[in-house]
Structure formats: C-alpha cells, structure tokens
C-alpha cells in the first residue's frame, strides 16, 4: 500500500499543476470534452452527440468519467484531463503490482519508471484522450488471463475479471479491443501449448462478463441499433481509407512508438535478440502483444499518433528486463545499438533546436510561403524570447549528453536516474512553457473569440475547415432551428440568435461573399464573421 501510496501522489505532483491552463486541442481533445458538456446540458447520458447530433462513433464509457469530473470540477480543461490522471495512477499501480509478482518488488518499480518516465506514455496522460484508458482496460484483461492460465487452479475469477475488463474496452472504443486481446493471446497459447490447460467452462465465464457492460447499456439506452450500424460503418471507414488528414507511411507506427519511449526503447532490440529459451512465459507474451498491436495499425490505413499507443505498455516490460540483465551481467550494448542510439540522440537534439529557432525567427520565414494562412499564423504575437530560446537548446543539449553518457554505460542506474529526471524536465518544459506558445500560432484565436461571443448563446459554425473548439469554449446550446441541417442549410436558415462563422483567411473572401456574411475581425490567420440579416422574432 505504501508503494501506490507513492505512486498516487508522485503522479498528482506531475500531472495536476497546470492541467487546465491549457487549451484543449483539435479534433480529438475538443471533440471528446464536447460530447461531455453535452451529455451534461441535455442530461441524458445514454446517447452521444456533437453539435447535438448523434454522434456514433465511440461508445460511451470515457465519455461518462468526463462528465462525472465536469460535474464534480466543473466544464474546462481540467475536467476534462482529470480522469487521465485517475488513469496514470492506475495504470502505473498495475504495472507495479504487476511486476512485483512477477519478477520482485524493485522490478516493480524498475517498470513503472521505464514507462512513466518516457515522453510519449507521459503526454498521453496529459490529453483528454480516450487511449489511456482503453489500453489500461486492455491491459488488465491480457494480464489476468496470463494469471488464470498460470495459476494451477485456473481461478474462475481471474476469468471473469479478464472478461469484464474486455467488455469495458468494448465501451470505451469498441470491439477493436477484442482484437488486441485476444489476437495476442490465442498465438501466445499456441506458442506454449497452454490452451490443453484451459477447462471448458473457463471462456464462457470471460464472454458472459465480457457481453455484461454492453448489454447493460444497450437495455437502457434508445437509439434503436441506429449507434451500432454507424458505428460498424464509420469504423471500416478508418481500417479501410487514411481519415482526412491521417494518412501515414507504411511503417508510422514503428516510429512512433520507437520515439515515444526513446532513449529507453533502443534496448528492446537488445530484449529480441535474446533466444527464446531464455525468455520467461511473460516476456513472450510481451512481445506477442507489441508486435501484435504494431502490425495491426500498421494494417490499419488511417495513422493517428495515440493508435498504437497500447504498445508502450508490453515495451516498457521488455525494456525494464533488458536493463535489468545488462545491470546484473554489466554487459554493454552491441556496437549498432550504441550507434544507433547516439545518431537518434543527436537529430533530436538538433530537431528541438531547429524548431525553437525557426519559431524564434518566423518572420524570416514567410517569404518562403504563399499560403496566406500559414503566413498570418506565423507572424501571431507568441512570445519567443530569448529565455525560452536558449534554455531549450541547453536542455537538448544536456538531453544528448546524457543519453550519450547512459548508452556508454546502461549498467548504471544512477545515469538512467539523470536521464530520466531529464525526461520528465522537459516534458515539463514542454508543457508548460512551449504548448501555451505553440498554441497562440495555430487555435488560440479561435479560442479567444468562442469564449468572448459565449454569453450570447450564438450558434457558431466553421467553413473550410473542421473544428470543435467553437462548440466547447462557445458554450453553443441545442437550438431546434437548426436541427438536422447541415452547415450550409443553417446558413440560410433565419434564426432567433446570432450565427457566427469561423474560416481561415485564405477562404474567408469567398465564403463571406457567397453567403452574405459581415466580418467582424480577423487575428492570426483565423477570420471571425456574423451573417448580415436581422434575425427572427
């Protein structure tokens, strides 16, 4: 108990300040916050929608915990982001806990510090994404099935937690869950034989309480089967075409999950070219599942960043075991990992410099463009001043070094203590100091105005683009005149309240003449319109 006690609060002191002092981003981030603040305003909480029409896309169980916490806190960006913070303390428990009874209580921690102190399982925990919770749902079920399959009584519970723990990842993005557990998990018994230990009644226990969360919603939900066959539909629409936007290479995925946990992902290579005899039934299973969730959004053709973000959980696992042999044989790392990693290193470090000095120096930039709108977002009045420049160059520096240093010796727990602390530093940096920034050039605009017209109940609308956040920071209420209309119908649509339309500057000519529309202002690309006649009585 002590050790989660430490964990909870470690996990608060990281993630807690400056959650809400940030806007949420476009589209997932203000999407998901959004279908929140309405299932509250209509109070109905069986059904999801988006600009109050039935959104079918995702069920509903992340959605749930939102508005619990907006309920409880409030409707803002800390809301919105806090059930992610539950989820990095639970998850963070599991994988302690986990690997206590696994491997002891100092690989327990080993684990836990692989995986949250990486870049990316960081920031996942940050955002008011669904990915959080759906791989920790995930997780556990791959977990206890591993631990019914190994207990020589093969616990029923064990079965059924696994089971419950599936049907919530049903509820919380659909049966792609399914997929990720039980894809791994079926070619990890075929690999051991482990399938002759598993009585007939065992899986009938793991479906039944699998079935449970979404039969329990279907009862007293009222949408008809209408969410299903739209949620079917939008979700062959992903596997099959890249989603605007989303399209990717071929090997995305390997990337980013390469990046998200580097300099520590580098030693996964050093965990696959052990033999197999050596490797434990869970470090298989481990990989069964990384390389699982790898090739099956490498399949998939739309390529989103938090994806493949259950990946990091089984990597972490191979990466603490990696360093928890090379610190016991005091081994190095092969020569084309150590370069690798230095190379990898470098070009990071170079791409945080380069980045803060183009921005530091936007203005020499926009002569390298004709794109009005990427010009007026450049020249937005963010504060790149020297303080911010030179302390992120130091900090790339001191982040090449020390995994230079850490990679001459991996067998040293106080140089992976250094790069670490210098990990979650500028992750902190990152947070705090350069997202506020970042975001004054692309959607700080946009937010600014939504939050200045949201006391006069508009209706707001964007053109040319997609965006949600008019919706959350708008306030925008259900109105019946536009209800069922697509954007263009509601702008010839009289109405009792003002319409408002968001389009960036390189469209907003067009769109303000073909419709009649009378801007208002324009700042940072973003150009804010009101249409011209009087609304109804």
């Known amino acids: 108990m002590k050790n989660i006690i430490i964990i909870t609060v470690l996990v608060l002191l990281l993630f807690v300040p400056f959650t809400g002092k940030i806007a949420l981003f476009d589209w997932d981030e203000a999407n998901f916050a959004e279908i929140s603040r309405e299932m509250i305003v209509r109070g109905d909480w069986s059904e999801m929608t988006i600009n109050y029409e039935p959104f079918h896309e995702k069920p509903p169980l992340f959605f749930w915990l939102q508005a619990v916490t907006m309920k409880t806190f409030g ?23 986990a690997g206590k009874k696994l491997k002891g209580n100092s690989f327990g921690w080993l684990w836990v510090l692989c995986f949250g102190g990486s870049f990316l399982p960081q920031f996942y925990f940050r955002f008011g994404i669904i ?37 919530l990842s049903v509820m919380t993005k659909g049966p792609a869950g399914l997929l990720l557990i039980v894809l791994p998990v079926v070619v990890y018994l075929l690999f051991q034989r482990k399938y002759k230990k598993i009585k007939i009644y065992q899986p009938f226990f ?109 990597l972490s696992w191979l990466v603490a075991e990696s360093m928890e042999n090379i610190r016991h044989s005091k081994s190095v ?58 302390t992120t160059i ?28 210098v990990v979650l530093l500028i992750s902190q940096w990152f947070w705090i100091v350069l997202l506020p920034q970042v975001q004054k050039h692309t959607q700080g605009a946009v937010v600014e105005f939504s939050k200045s017209v ?50 960036k500057s390189d469209k907003a000519a067009e769109i303000a003449e073909m419709y009649n529309l009378e801007e208002v202002y324009r700042k940072n690309g973003w150009v804010f319109m009101i249409r011209k006649f009087d609304i109804s009585e």
């Open 206 to 314: 793991w479906l039944a309480a699998c079935m449970l969360p979404s039969a329990i919603w279907f009862l007293f939900s009222h949408h008809e089967g209408l969410f299903l066959k739209d949620f079917l539909q939008r979700n062959i629409e992903l596997l099959t075409n890249a989603d605007a936007g989303h399209g990717g290479f071929f090997l995305y995925h390997w990337l980013v999950v390469f990046a998200g946990m580097f300099p520590l992902s580098i030693l996964v290579f050093y965990s696959f070219r052990q033999k197999k005899e050596k490797d434990s039934d869970f470090s298989l299973l481990m990989k069964i599942l990384l390389l699982t969730v790898l090739i099956v959004f490498t399949l998939v053709r739309t390529k989103i960043v938090h994806y493949s973000s259950l990946a990091y959980l089984p």
């Open 75 to 97: 409707i803002n960006e800390f809301s919105a982001r806090f059930p992610n913070i539950l989820m990095a303390i639970l998850t963070l428990s599991l994988l302690f806990l």
């Open 454 to 503: 949201s006391g006069n109940e508009p209706y707001i609308i964007t053109m040319g683009h997609k965006s949600y956040l008019p919706y959350f920071y708008g306030k925008v209420k259900e109105d019946k005149d536009f209800k069922g209309k697509n954007k263009y119908e509601v702008l010839l649509t009289p109405v009792r309240k003002k319409l408002y339309i968001i389009s």
């Open 131 to 167: 990915d959080p919770l759906f791989n920790l749902l995930n997780f556990i079920s791959v977990l206890f099935i591993f631990y019914a399959l190994n207990d020589e009584r093969g616990k029923v519970y064990k079965w059924a937690i696994s089971g419950l723990a599936a049907g």
């Open 394 to 421: 130091v900090l790339a520096v001191i982040f090449v070094a020390t995994i230079w240093l850490w990679i001459n010796k991996p067998f040293s727990m106080k140089l992976f203590y250094l790069n670490l602390a």
């Open 333 to 390: 790392l092969p020569v084309f990992l150590s370069v690798t990693a230095k190379i990898f290193a470098v070009l990071a470090g170079l791409m945080m410099m380069s980045a803060i000095i183009l921005l530091k120096f936007r203005s020499q930039l926009i002569d390298w463009t004709d794109d009005i709108f990427i010009r007026e977002c450049l020249l937005a009045e963010a504060d790149w001043n020297n303080q911010i420049l030179i």
